[in-house]
């Protein structure tokens, strides 16, 4: 469809004005909103090519972010509903070091879409802060989001903050972001690994029912 192409240039291009526009557009022309954010990703995919081949600066993908959030906010509603009982709380977070937060965002909106309580509690999160807003919130889950290989180290940090506290067996932990694998979070003995947002929210919902 010509608007999904449309979506994935304005997003390359960091036009903030211009994505709710079309956004709005393709909700009306019948996208489904997880059509509506694929868009947007494939189009944020070519920034990423192209950042890390020094094609493209900071100042440009930060546009590229704030079309993603411009886009996102239409998105919410659509994918949330405020209105349910929460089935499970859950403690989000982007881990020390790490400034990422729009792939955080994503999967909080999932989540909450899939009926979850969600405690957003940042970027660059300390392990302990991860420990301190699960004992306060009374957390089913703690939720990671880990983009840079170089804050993959955090994890095994986060788990032990949790079994010095004494609550390792009454908080599931699960991770996720771009260098994550299974087979690290195996590794690292953390309860759920999700792909994207769409399976981190299938993912949630089944750890906090266990
Ligand atoms: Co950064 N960055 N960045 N960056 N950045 C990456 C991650 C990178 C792959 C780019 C590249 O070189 N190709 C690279 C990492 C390389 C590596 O670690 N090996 C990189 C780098 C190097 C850096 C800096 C070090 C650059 C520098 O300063 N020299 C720096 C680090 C800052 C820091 O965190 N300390 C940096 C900074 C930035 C910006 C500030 C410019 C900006 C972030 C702004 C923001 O988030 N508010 C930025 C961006 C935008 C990117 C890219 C281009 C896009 C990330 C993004 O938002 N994607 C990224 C390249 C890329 O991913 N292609 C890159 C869209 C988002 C929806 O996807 O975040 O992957 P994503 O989230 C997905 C899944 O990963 C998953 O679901 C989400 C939705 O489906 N997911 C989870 C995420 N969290 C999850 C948690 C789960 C489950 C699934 O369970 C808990």
């Known amino acids: ?6 979506i994935a240039a304005a997003l390359y291009d ?8 079309l ?14 954010l694929d868009a947007m990703m494939a189009g944020m995919a070519i920034v990423g090519d192209e950042f ?28 949330t509903d405020a209105d349910r009982n929460a089935i499970g709380t859950v403690v989000l977070g982007s881990v020390q070091g790490d400034m990422h937060d729009i792939g955080k965002n994503l999967v909080g909106m999932m989540l909450e879409g ?3 309580k969600v405690i957003d509690i940042g970027i ?36 032990k903050a949790f079994e010095e506290a004494g609550i ?23 309860d759920g690994y999700a792909k994207d947002a ?3 929210a299938a993912l949630a919902v089944e750890l906090c029912q266990k």
């Open 23 to 36: 956004v709005q557009e393709a909700i009306e022309a019948g996208c489904s909103p997880q059509q509506v």
């Open 124 to 159: 660059d999160v300390p392990a302990e802060k991860f420990v301190e807003a699960a004992i306060k919130n009374n957390a089913d889950l703690v939720a990671c989001s880990i983009l840079l290989t170089t804050t993959m180290p955090e994890t095994p940090k986060v788990v």
């Open 52 to 79: 890390s081949r020094d094609e493209l600066y900071i100042p440009e993908v930060l546009c590229s972010c704030h079309a993603m959030m411009e886009g996102s906010k239409l998105l919410k509603p659509l994918l």
């Open 168 to 190: 390792r067996d009454k908080i599931k932990i699960m991770i996720g972001g771009a260098p994550i694998t299974q087979e690290f979070c195996d590794r690292m003995k953390c």
């Open 114 to 116: 899939r009926g979850l």
């Open 14 to 21: 960091g036009d903030e004005k211009e994505m709710p526009l």
């Open 198 to 200: 769409g399976g981190a």
């Open 1 to 6: 469809m010509e608007i999904l192409e449309k």
